[in-house]
């Protein structure tokens, strides 16, 4: 899990969550509600995704983009901006992604529980989105 400033407090709801569900996590930060840059959270949260610790991170901020942004300029990350069931859903059978980025602003603690139990369930589809990402990987 990372956050910046406007993403806080749903990060905080999100262990909860997680802990909810039996989901084990590790939480990079911010670990208080003050200014700072998404970037030097997300980039931690690479590093456990590349060395193998985690499988899949989760970031917030206010608008998702900011998180997203960062992600995506991460390697081994392929970032989904996931704001609903539906993009929870995608995120994972068409994109194979392996970092969430979540808007504080549209998502509650009830649609992120929902987007949990979906990424739990739902597995990358394959074939021709397979060859879709392929060349967008290379």
Known sequence: LACEHSGFDLKEMARK???GAG???I????????????FDYVSQSAALVESGECDHAISFCRSGQGVNIAANHCEPFISALVFDEFTAEMS????CANHFAIPSKYVTGEIFSKMVEIWKNTTFDGGRHFTRLNKVLK
Not at 27 to 38: E, R
Not at 92 to 95: G, P
């Open 23 to 25: 989901i084990s996590y």
């Open 27 to 38: 939480d990079v930060g911010t670990y208080v509600n003050k200014p700072c840059d998404y």
């Open 92 to 95: 994972v059978r068409h994109n």
């Open 17 to 19: 969550v997680l802990t």
